[in-house]
């Protein structure tokens, strides 16, 4: 598709976005500073921010509030069902220290913290694990059927509308999930259906915006990520005292709205008459292996892994750390207030470093400078929480892993689309495959943190896994030779 191309079909020449819909099977890439251009970069990020949002909402907040209360009434029974967990989690800590000694009933309820806080972490971690491997297996494919999808709305808009009324469906039913196996079972389906609009929707990127702008676009996006995170989680945490779990609901609705919003707004080109050859299911599975024999994808792909897999680690058990791990403890209310505060607190930071770095790395050709810097600063931030177990503490790894994120998320977009191996014709299928990096990393996160915790007993660990995890991602990058 040549510029002029381009810029016919962005005046709404018919003949020519016709001819372009039959010959490529894709809408025209939109011509920067055009109002299309302009119009599709505010709705992609508005998006992107509802989604962050909602993940934060889900698994930051409302998940982990849910399989606590759930874990704590297995626990605590009869006599034990009214005790105060934050006096008995600093009396934990005063007799470690040496300075309190436990009476024989203080004993029995302290035993029963100890398989309380196991139970709790174990059960968020399988919970969210098994969902995000579910979804991990499903977006490449609802990549390769994206990019074949021939119908009126295009290829990628039925995806996206479709799979996010049937999560909205499915968080609705997960307000009412009475034990931790039924919300296994719906967060699985929930996250995998929005993850069906989700992925067309980032694939999106490589349908329409020029090469020398996806490091801007991306900037903007992944900034928008990061706000839907601070915007979900302060707000799931200011309302969980007053709606508790109809906050699912709540979020149910905004994704509703937010996808018919942008399937309005951004209107695909129909892809009814696209010309799609037939592949046996042998092609089909092998098709998921092409990306990775290039290596240039492939170390790209490890290092995103790795980076998720430590940030996922470090993450996990946030609002469980309040309330067991820095001191003075916290209860459960304050931390469920406190968690999604610390980590919006780096967000001017971030506002100022996503955008710059993506425009940085599209003014000087250079990606790997960026990603290698991000990640080693990300690891740097995970040693302060380690040595210094208290609130500043946390709140200065925020920080800095805020400003690591927000110089990480554009250009590791921007990255993944340089090292694609077919851009024009399975872009949904690559990013599906891409995808699967940052959706790998998240399931195992919480399942090894969780795991770290109940062999040992001690936070500790788990912020040692990800200081190293994270410092091998950074060495990772530097393996790419195609891009610079």
Known sequence: MTNLDAAAANAGDPAVVAALT???????????RTKNFRRYNFWITMSTIA?????TAVVGITLPNHLQMLEFGSWFTGANASVDLQKLTDLKMAIDAGTATATPEQAHQLELLSGFEAARATSLGIVVGLATILTMLAQPIIGFLSDRTRSRLGRRAPWILYGALAGALLLAALRFAPSVAMVAIIWMLAQTAIAAAQGPLGATLADRVPEDRLGSVS??????GFLGGAVGGISAGLLFSMIGLN?????????????FVFVLVYRDSSSRDMKVSRVTFGEFLRGFLIPLKSADFRWVWIARVLLFF???????LSLYMLQSYIRPAMTAADATRLAPLLASIGIPFTLVIVVFAGKLSDKFGRRKPFVFASSALMAVSFAFPLVWPTLPAMIVQGILAALAFGMYLPVDGALFVDVLPDRGKSAGRDLGIAAIATSLG?????????GVLSITGRYEF???LSIVLVGVA???????????
């Open 474 to 484: 950074a060495v990772a990058i530097l393996r790419v030779k195609g891009v610079r």
């Open 22 to 32: 039959e010959k490529d099977g894709i809408s025209p890439v939109f011509v920067p």
């Open 462 to 464: 788990v912020w040692v």
């Open 247 to 259: 906050i699912y609901i709540v979020v149910a609705v905004v994704i509703a709205l937010v996808s």
């Open 442 to 450: 998240n399931a195992l996160g919480p399942m090894v943190a969780a």
């Open 219 to 224: 900037a903007w996006m992944g900034l928008g």
């Open 310 to 316: 430590g940030y996922g680690v470090s993450t996990a």
């Open 51 to 55: 989604f962050a949002s909602i993940t």
